[in-house]
């Protein structure tokens, strides 16, 4: 059975840095053909794609947001790790995790809410 | 970067038939798989087209997918329409590492 479930800080200031974790289960990223992707969306917006790390550790970013964003293995094996910098309001969503098999996001995690407010 | 394009709303009845489009802006349609995802309030989105036109187990057989290259776009198609299908649906691709979501379409059944 897959999981993945997001963690993080419910509230940030503007100017600093998010930090998210996604620990997952059921699977592993060690095999072939498996990533784990975050996208956002904005309250009543659409979603957004913003990073992947593949079982390579090749990682790829969101265009516009590429020079805010690094995704990385968490310190466990079954952790995904997103900083996001200079943080500010129009940040604010609902964050997801998803793991990706052959292109599409096969299993969601249920998001966390970030607000960006002094 | 390509962009998909799709209406903001829809409606329809119940038992009746409804299609969403997805729009490509640019590069063809056909050179990377479009998926459909169905995101009901307060949930997070679930899969139910992916590759085009496959549905994953436990998704009804009244959703289905399908590309036309002459309009360059993706279509879903719901038949038999039931009040549990109002929901939001996204269309998604893939380019040169690079994932892209449509704007979403909000389907409602009255």
């Known amino acids: 059975q897959v999981t993945l479930r997001e963690s993080g800080p419910a509230l940030v200031k503007p100017t600093q840095t998010l930090t998210l974790t996604c620990t997952f289960s059921g699977f592993s990223l060690r095999t072939s053909g498996m990533c784990v992707s975050w996208v956002r969306q904005p309250p009543g917006k659409a979603l957004e794609w913003l990073a992947v790390?593949?079982?390579?550790?090749?990682?790829y970013y969101s265009t516009s947001l590429k020079t805010r964003l690094t995704i990385s293995k968490g310190t466990s094996k079954n952790q995904v790790v997103l900083t996001m910098t200079n943080m500010d309001p129009v940040d604010t969503a609902i964050y997801y995790c998803?793991?990706?098999?052959?292109?599409?996001?096969?299993?969601w995690g249920r998001g966390t809410l970030v607000t960006v407010s002094s | 970067n390509f962009m998909l394009t799709q209406p903001h709303s829809v409606s329809e009845s119940p038992g009746k038939t409804v299609t969403i489009s997805c729009t490509r802006s640019?590069?063809?349609?056909?050179?990377?798989?479009v998926q459909w995802y169905q995101q009901r309030p307060g949930s997070s989105p679930t899969i139910v087209i992916y590759e085009d036109k496959q549905r994953p187990s436990g998704v009804p057989d009244r959703f289905s997918g399908s590309i036309d290259s002459s309009s360059n776009s993706a279509s879903l198609t719901i038949s038999r329409l039931k009040t549990e299908d109002e929901a939001d649906y996204y269309c998604?691709?893939?380019?040169?590492?690079?994932?892209?979501f449509g704007g979403g379409t909000k389907l409602t059944v009255l």
């Open positions: 790390i593949d079982w390579d550790d090749d990682k």
């Open positions: 998604q691709s893939y380019d040169i590492s690079s994932w892209v």
């Open positions: 640019s590069g063809s349609i056909v050179s990377n798989y």
């Open positions: 998803a793991r990706i098999r052959d292109y599409h996001f096969d299993y």
